[in-house]
């Protein structure tokens, strides 16, 4: 008898502490179902948001960092590039106790490749002078000027050209040489350490390209939206010379995903 009295009072309080851990459940609040729009000639993000039932509240982070606490009647929020610029954007509700419901989450990080590529006065045919940028997959390839193909949709290509008038090497795009104008034209800006891409771009950049160079390109789309002007048809990117020495350059491509998104935070 003694050994069944404890068996059930070790099973009372298994209850008992079973029932406390369920009596108040803390449900989690749903992640909002968001979209984002480009605004601003591409300097901001909107995220609109259909309501959570339950939020008292909602909150946007940027790479972490809370940026806005918003009422329970939020259903928009801007976030300003020259205020903030992310790598990583979370928007979530929160309970009347404050606690936090799961995430949306847009990742912002940039598509990134290195690839080394060699100056135009490079004896050998083989080694490639251009770089190809497909903007629907983002594949950013170094290949020979056989190779270029100007026809191709959504697609931009720029080459590392020896200016043997200036003596130095520099970036320009397919449309300031022979080939002619790709569908999508590389624009480049001076360098720059700025994480938002400035407003003005030239197809061909005439600075000499140094190691630890930084240029910022706008991929303007020549067939769709606007060409020669911002819109969501365009991407954004950075080119980082890892190393150039004689004809050899060592760069990573950065491209912004999002189109018309001027965000340029690698
Ligand atoms: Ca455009």
Redesign the pocket.
């Known amino acids: 008898m003694r050994r069944i009295g404890i068996a059930l009072g070790a099973g009372v309080v298994a209850f008992i502490l079973a029932s406390c851990g369920t009596t108040e459940p803390t449900a989690t609040l749903p992640a909002p179902e968001v979209t984002v729009a480009v605004a601003d000639s591409g300097v901001s993000l909107v995220l609109s948001w259909s309501p959570v039932d339950g939020a008292k509240g909602y909150k946007v982070e940027c790479d972490g960092q809370v940026i806005a606490d918003l009422p329970d009647t939020a259903t928009m929020y801007k976030i300003n590039g020259n205020e903030y610029v992310c790598k990583n954007v979370k928007l979530r509700g929160y309970d009347n106790k404050g606690n936090m419901g799961d995430a949306y989450e847009k990742d912002l990080t940039m598509h990134e490749t290195n690839l080394t590529i060699y100056s135009t006065d490079d004896t050998i045919a083989t080694n490639p002078s251009w770089v190809k940028i497909d903007f629907t997959n983002f594949i950013v390839s170094p290949i020979t000027q056989g190779n270029v193909d100007t026809t191709a949709n959504n697609v931009g290509y720029f080459v590392y050209y020896y200016d043997d008038v200036l003596g130095i090497r520099y970036f320009k795009d397919a449309s300031q040489t022979s080939v002619g104008q790709a569908k999508v034209e590389i624009a480049f800006t001076d360098p720059t350490t700025d994480v938002l891409a400035p407003s003005t771009g030239y197809s061909l950049m005439s600075a000499e390209v140094n190691t630890g160079d930084r240029f910022i390109f706008w991929a303007?789309?020549v067939n769709n939206?606007?060409?020669?002007?911002?819109?969501e048809?365009?991407n954004f990117g950075v080119i980082k010379v890892n190393s150039a020495s004689g004809t050899e350059a060592n760069i990573t491509v950065y491209i912004q995903k999002v189109g018309g998104l001027r965000w340029v935070k690698e």
């Open positions: 303007d789309d939206g606007t060409y020669g002007a911002f819109d048809a365009d």
